[in-house]
């Protein structure tokens, strides 16, 4: 009893300094419980933001990009640059092609010579080029004709009018008549679609130097001609052999 | 009858300056810690307000030009792979050689007397030439025009085997040389 008197007067003797400490400790509580963790969701807020704004900055000037591309431009470029490196093998317009080099160029294409097994199946083993993502269409080519002609058939192999073929080794026969023979090795190529582009916060890829010359060079190019055979009617034979 | 008197006045305590000071001290430190507190709180819940409504706001802008750019995707498409496919012709065309030049080179050599009959190349630039030269002075003047190539850096290493003597009097050879890459663009 006496224990708890003596208690009791300690603690109406110093009653204000208790209180007091009572007070600091339940406000370093309740500051613990609610300041804190407010500051910690301003922090939060103030990164989050910053990361946004510079989302919203890239998306800005991603769309502003967009907007000026002209899509029609692009879609012809586009065809154009399919016909110089096609998606898939299309041995066809590989003979497109050399058959407008032999008109363009005065020669005579006498043989042409590729790897059946790459260009008319699937299954085959492809080889990319060296320093590229494109597939290789092993090929070999016999031309005739004279030099200019020859020289110019060169030249047209790379000026982007058709197919891009390139040629690794020559071998030349100078004929009496003056003409020569060429009978040469090399390869075209084709490089398949991406499967994805890419999403909305992946950035535009630039076209600039070589790539905007190259672009420009394509740009000129004369527009492709719709597609000669389409109208054409083949007499099938009789489905009848009594007729 | 005994007086007893009560002293109702209470005796003074005596009570040290420090804890004098302490009871004046900790009241005045618990309520400014309080009033800081209830100032901080306040601050820290108007200022999240603030940023959560213009977090929002930037947030509600995203979405928009994440719209505009999402209609635009076709755009997008056609441009990547146009770039795309830019990237690899250049890669393709650069490196690649057309022959043509090193061709005029060559023929500048033909001449009545002097005949190219063979000619092979690559893209290394490893050129082998078959040629027949009608005489032995002729022959020499063949050998001065590769020296002369040779000077102006457009051949080298050149080496000439098989040579052969017809009954006229011609010489046929061939010749293996390497050329300058500027001749094979």
Request: proline share 3%; glycine share 6%; aromatic share 8%.
């Amino acid at each position: 009893m006496n224990y708890m008197l003596n208690i009791f007067k300690l603690i109406r003797q110093y009653e204000i300094v208790i209180a007091s400490n009572l007070v600091i400790i339940v406000v370093l509580i309740l500051a613990n419980s609610f300041i804190a963790p407010n500051m910690k969701k301003a922090a939060q807020i103030s990164r989050q933001e910053n990361v946004l704004k510079k989302q919203l900055a890239f998306l800005k000037e991603k769309h502003a990009a967009l907007s000026k591309l002209d899509k029609n431009s692009y879609q012809n470029n586009f065809s154009k640059m399919n016909v110089i490196l096609p998606d898939t093998k299309d041995y066809v317009s590989l003979f497109n092609t050399f058959d407008k080099l032999e008109t363009q160029n005065q020669v005579s294409i006498t043989r042409t010579g590729f790897q059946l097994g790459i260009v008319s199946t699937s299954s085959a083993k492809l080889t990319k080029a060296v320093n590229s993502s494109a597939y290789v269409l092993p090929l070999n080519i016999s031309v005739v004709g004279n030099l200019p002609s020859i020289q110019n058939f060169l030249i047209s192999l790379k000026d982007l009018s058709g197919r891009l073929i390139t040629l690794e080794k020559l071998d030349f026969v100078f004929n009496i008549n003056g003409n020569l023979e060429l009978n040469a090795s090399g390869q075209a190529y084709f490089y398949p679609f991406a499967g994805t582009i890419g999403g909305i916060a992946s950035p535009l890829p630039k076209i600039s130097g070589r790539t905007a010359e190259l672009l420009g060079k394509i740009n000129s190019l004369p527009e492709l001609s719709p597609d000669m055979d389409a109208n054409i009617n083949v007499n099938l034979g009789k489905k009848d052999l009594f007729q | 009858m005994a007086k007893y008197s009560v002293n109702l006045i209470l005796a003074k305590k005596n009570e040290s300056d420090i804890f004098v000071k302490l009871k004046i001290i900790f009241p005045l430190v618990a309520l400014g810690i309080l009033l800081l507190f209830l100032l901080g709180f306040g601050l820290t819940v108007v200022y999240i307000n603030a940023n959560s409504h213009r977090f929002n706001q930037i947030k509600s802008e995203v979405s928009i030009y994440e719209n505009k750019i999402n209609s635009l995707k076709e755009v997008e498409g056609i441009y990547t792979l146009t770039s795309g496919r830019l990237n690899v012709l250049d890669q393709l065309m650069t490196g690649s050689f057309t022959f043509d030049k090193l061709l005029s080179e060559i023929n500048d050599m033909n001449s009545p007397d002097i005949k190219i009959s063979a000619l092979s190349i690559d893209s290394k630039g490893n050129l082998n030439l078959h040629m027949t030269a009608s005489s032995s002075a002729v022959l020499d003047d063949l050998v001065a025009i590769f020296i002369s190539r040779q000077d102006k850096k457009l051949f080298s290493d050149i080496k000439a085997a098989g040579i052969t003597r017809d009954k006229k009097g011609g010489y046929s050879l061939n010749i293996n040389l390497n050329t300058n890459k500027t001749l094979l663009e």
